[in-house]
């Protein structure tokens, strides 16, 4: 499967913890995403790195999160000192270039007890 | 501001009539719109999107749909609706380098 994969697919923590998810994106995609969606929501956008550059953070993105992407290919995105409020689907996308379309990844439910 | 509406939390159509999903938006700049698809426990799917060119955007799954520039407007349509159609869609806009994500519709294709 050459699709977008994300990994872990659910991760249950409590309040406190940090986490740390990862997504490996289509090969050859040097634009890739991070969104977070809620219950009865469309995606929200977090941030956006261009190979290995993050050009956007959206102002939704505390302090308390952090995306890297140090080789240009896969991502991972840290949430320090996790909250309830973070409980959500964290979703990848990766894309060829600005303005071609967004293929996503199954996503990651983070539930903070 | 960006913004993407969906004013429809929920549409109900029955199977073999036509179908519309509205969508309504306000961008700054052109307008790069998008419809993905959403079903149970499975990762957004690209329907379609409009970047330039012709008004009717014809998609996936005998999807389509229609830019209005004067109504900004990006309505998703079907002909005829198929049960396997009834998911969550969701409308989106690119601006800058930032995609909007509209709240999304639940369709239900009643058989």
């Known amino acids: 499967d050459t699709g977008v994969s994300q990994n872990p697919r659910h991760k249950i923590t409590k309040r406190g913890q940090n986490v740390t998810f990862r997504c490996d994106p289509i090969s050859e995609h040097n634009r890739l995403y991070w969104y977070r969606q809620t219950l009865g929501q469309g995606p929200e956008f977090l941030t956006y790195f261009q190979n290995e550059a993050q050009l956007e953070k959206s102002r939704l993105l505390s302090d308390r999160f952090s995306a890297e992407r140090p080789k240009g290919s896969f991502s991972t995105l840290e949430i320090q000192r996790t909250e309830q409020g973070d409980s959500a689907m964290y979703l990848c996308a990766s894309s060829p270039e600005v303005v071609a379309t967004q293929y996503f990844g199954p996503g990651t439910r983070l539930t903070v007890l | 501001a960006q913004s993407v509406a969906q004013p429809e939390d929920q549409v109900n159509v029955a199977e073999g009539n036509p179908l519309t999903v509205k969508c309504t938006y306000s961008v700054s700049g052109n307008p790069y719109l998008f419809w993905y698809v959403q079903y149970p426990n499975r990762g957004l799917q690209f329907l379609l999107k409009?970047?330039?060119?012709?008004?009717l955007v014809k998609g996936s799954y005998g999807f389509e749909a229609e830019f209005n520039k004067s109504q900004t407007s990006f309505h998703l349509k079907k002909p005829s609706a198929l049960v396997s159609d009834s998911a969550l869609y969701f409308c989106?806009?690119?601006?800058?380098?930032?995609?909007?994500f509209g709240t999304g519709t639940s369709l239900t294709v009643i058989p």
């Open positions: 409009y970047i330039t060119g012709d008004n």
């Open positions: 989106a806009v690119r601006d800058d380098n930032q995609f909007y």
